[in-house]
C-alpha cells in the first residue's frame, strides 16, 4: 500500500513515468484495491473506458467515394447517352413517316397518347437520374453522406425495364 | 501518398482523432464531424503528406488546431464563454450522474481546454510528455505543469465528492 500511495502523489504530481501509470493502472484494475484507495478506482476505470470509445462511423468512405464520383459520372453519361438516343430515334421515326406511328423496340406503336406518355416517363426519369445524380458532385461532403444516387439509378434502370416488359406482355 | 498509404497511416488514426476531438469538443457528434473535415482536409493535401515525418504528431496537431477553430467559430457566433467553468450539479444532474465513472468522466470536461486535452493524451492515449509537447506546442516543462493542474483538480473534486457522500451518510 505505502507504494502505491508514493506512486499515487507521484501520480498527481506529474512526475510519474509511463511504466509506474501502467502500474497503477493495473493496481485499480485487479481486485485487490485497498480501501482507502478506493476513491481513485473509478478515474482509473473512467480512462480505460474512454480508451475504448472509437469513432462511429469509420472514415474509409472518404477513399470508395472518390471511385463512386466517377462510376457516377459514367453511370449518369451512361443512361443520359441511352436515353437520348431512345427519344431521338422516337422523333426521326414519327416524321420519317407521313403516318402517326412510332417504333418502340421494334413494334409499331400507333397510339400517340401512348408514345407521347412513354416519352415523357423516359425523360422523367432521365431528369431524375441527373437531378439526383450529379448533386452530390457539387462537394465531397454530400458524396460522403449520400450514396443514395447510386441506389435511385439502379432503382430507375429496373424500374424502366419493368415498364418496357410490362409493354411487351401487354402487346 | 496513394489511397492504400492514407488508409494505413491517417484513416488508421480515426479513433484516436476521434477521442481527441471528443473531449475538445465535448460532443460525439461535433468530434465525428470534426474528424471527417479533417480527413477530407488530409486527403485533399494528399501529395503534401510524403514529407511529413510523425505522422501521428502531424494529424493529433491539425485535430486540436481545427477543434479550437470550431470553438472560436462557435463562440464568436454565440457569444458564449469557451470554458465552462466547474459549478455544483443541480437536483436534476445529480440523478443524471449517479454514475461515479460518468462523474469523473464530467470533471475532467470541465477541465479547460488544454488540460482535458493534455490529461487525456497522457492517461487515455498513454503518450509521452514529449509527444504531447509537440501537438500542443507547449515546452515538455508546460506540458507537465497543465497535467499535475489537471490531476490535482480531478482529486480535489473526488475528494470533495468523497466528503460529501460521508457526510450524508451521517446524517441519516
Known amino acids: 500500500m505505502e507504494k502505491i500511495n508514493e506512486i499515487l502523489d507521484k501520480y498527481f504530481r506529474a512526475e510519474t513515468t509511463l511504466a509506474e501509470e501502467r502500474e497503477l493502472k493495473q493496481y485499480f484494475a485487479s481486485q485487490n484495491v485497498?480501501?482507502?484507495h478506493e476513491s481513485y478506482r473509478n478515474l482509473f476505470v473512467a480512462f480505460d473506458q474512454e480508451k475504448y470509445e472509437t469513432a462511429v462511423a469509420p472514415l474509409k468512405k472518404v477513399i470508395i467515394n472518390q471511385h463512386r464520383v466517377k462510376q457516377l459520372w459514367i453511370k449518369t453519361f451512361s443512361y443520359s447517352g441511352i436515353?437520348?438516343?431512345l427519344v431521338l430515334a422516337l422523333w426521326v421515326q414519327r416524321p420519317q413517316q407521313d403516318?402517326?406511328?412510332?417504333?418502340?423496340h421494334g413494334r409499331r406503336i400507333e397510339d400517340p397518347e401512348y408514345v407521347q406518355k412513354y416519352a415523357e416517363k423516359k425523360l422523367n426519369y432521365v431528369n431524375e437520374i441527373l437531378k439526383d445524380g450529379l448533386s452530390p458532385m457539387r462537394s465531397m461532403e454530400m458524396v460522403k453522406q449520400n450514396l443514395q444516387p447510386l441506389k435511385k439509378i439502379r432503382e430507375t434502370h429496373d424500374?424502366?425495364?419493368?415498364?418496357?416488359?410490362?409493354?411487351n406482355i401487354n402487346n | 501518398m496513394d489511397p492504400k498509404q492514407f488508409n494505413t497511416q491517417i484513416l488508421s488514426l480515426s479513433d484516436r482523432l476521434f477521442r481527441l476531438a471528443k473531449s475538445i469538443l465535448r460532443n460525439a457528434e461535433a468530434a465525428q464531424d470534426a474528424v471527417q473535415d479533417l480527413n477530407l482536409k488530409l486527403w485533399e493535401k494528399r501529395s503534401a503528406l510524403d514529407e511529413i515525418e510523425n505522422m501521428p504528431a502531424f494529424t493529433m496537431k491539425s485535430m486540436r488546431n481545427l477543434c479550437l477553430d470550431t470553438i472560436r467559430q462557435q463562440r464568436e457566433e454565440d457569444e458564449l464563454p469557451v470554458e465552462i467553468e466547474f459549478t455544483e450539479p443541480n437536483p436534476y444532474q445529480q440523478t443524471e450522474q449517479k454514475d461515479l465513472v460518468k462523474r469523473i468522466r464530467n470533471m475532467i470536461d470541465d477541465l479547460p481546454e488544454l488540460q482535458r486535452t493534455v490529461i487525456r493524451m497522457r492517461d487515455v492515449e498513454g503518450m509521452e510528455l514529449s509527444e504531447i509537447a509537440d501537438i500542443?506546442?507547449?515546452?515538455?516543462?508546460?506540458?507537465?505543469?497543465?497535467?499535475?493542474r489537471a490531476r490535482q483538480k480531478i482529486r480535489e473534486k473526488i475528494i470533495y465528492e468523497q466528503n460529501r457522500v460521508e457526510e450524508t451518510v451521517w446524517k441519516r
Open chain 1, 83 to 85: 436515353a437520348a438516343a
Open chain 1, 159 to 167: 424500374k424502366m425495364i419493368e415498364i418496357e416488359r410490362n409493354h
Open chain 1, 34 to 36: 485497498k480501501a482507502g
Open chain 1, 99 to 104: 403516318e402517326n406511328y412510332a417504333i418502340i
Open chain 2, 136 to 148: 500542443t506546442s507547449l515546452s515538455e516543462n508546460a506540458v507537465t505543469v497543465n497535467l499535475s
